[in-house]
């Protein structure tokens, strides 16, 4: 099944302060806006993004609402060279980013800071991908098995074995499609063993995957008994949800 990571959607409430931070602090352009009557559809990235690299998709619901992270939504990560992780971040904290876990605090691997709207991204060090390219989106799951069953079994994803990480307390296991360049987008699936569950929140809103053929791709999720949470047909055919087990959204698109 062809499902590479096409996007991460998350919601913002000022549209205008949302695309100047992206584009001020980690030079995201617009690749296409989508206006309704009711919401708008931003998508950022880097102007040299790959062609199978993710964008950023912002939406902005024109009533004026507010939203709740929840914590079942972790976070978007992006992509410096490596040994650029400190130097990327002064760089952030001299432009008035939020202070929020420095290289230091994190053994000097990775760090974290906040979007306008709280939401979390965090800085990789990586020698492939444009700078400041989504690399992942992380969610927390319940149960680690059924996810990544889910994963391999409906979009025929492959766990990636350098990415897996078991700590004394959590595991993070990342899945990405077989053959998916370098530069393409991966999902880190969180889990923790005490048993936690977690709220899902209304700020964080999918990933997408794209398909050659959004009818073909649909119905080999039915087939594989995938929720079925938005039709193509309910979309006039230009795009369909499905859950994961934990009730993430899954956007299937075709571009």
Not at 149 to 168: H, Q
């Amino acid at each position: 099944m062809d499902a590479t990571l096409d996007h991460t959607m998350i919601r913002v409430e000022d549209l205008e302060a949302s695309i100047d931070w992206y584009g001020d602090h980690l030079d995201y352009v617009e690749h296409g806006r989508m206006e309704a009557d009711t919401f708008t559809n931003v998508f950022l990235g880097p102007e040299d993004v790959h062609d199978e690299g993710a964008l950023l998709e912002l939406t902005y619901n024109h009533d004026g609402r507010s939203y709740e992270v929840g914590d079942a939504w972790g976070h978007i990560a992006v992509r410096v060279p490596e040994g650029e992780l400190e130097s990327a971040y002064d760089e952030l904290m001299e432009e008035g980013v939020e202070d929020y876990r420095d290289p230091e605090s994190c053994g000097g691997r990775y760090a974290f800071v906040k979007d306008p709207d709280g939401h979390e991204i965090e800085i990789v060090q990586r020698d492939h991908g444009a700078r400041w390219s989504l690399d992942h989106t992380m969610m927390r799951v319940e149960d680690a098995d059924r996810s990544l069953g889910f994963w391999t079994r409906k979009f025929e994803y492959d766990e990636l074995p350098a990415g897996r990480w078991e700590a004394d307390s959590f595991a993070n296991y990342f899945v990405e499609p077989e053959g998916a360049a370098d530069e393409a987008m991966s999902v880190e699936l969180t889990y923790n063993y005490d048993g936690r569950s977690y709220e899902m929140g209304d700020a964080w809103g999918h990933v997408a995957v794209r398909a050659d053929d959004l009818d073909d791709a649909w119905e080999t999720l039915m087939t594989r008994d995938a929720e079925d949470y938005r039709d193509p047909e309910s979309c006039d055919h230009q795009y369909a949800f499905t859950k994961d087990t934990d009730g993430h959204e899954i956007e299937v698109v075709t571009r």
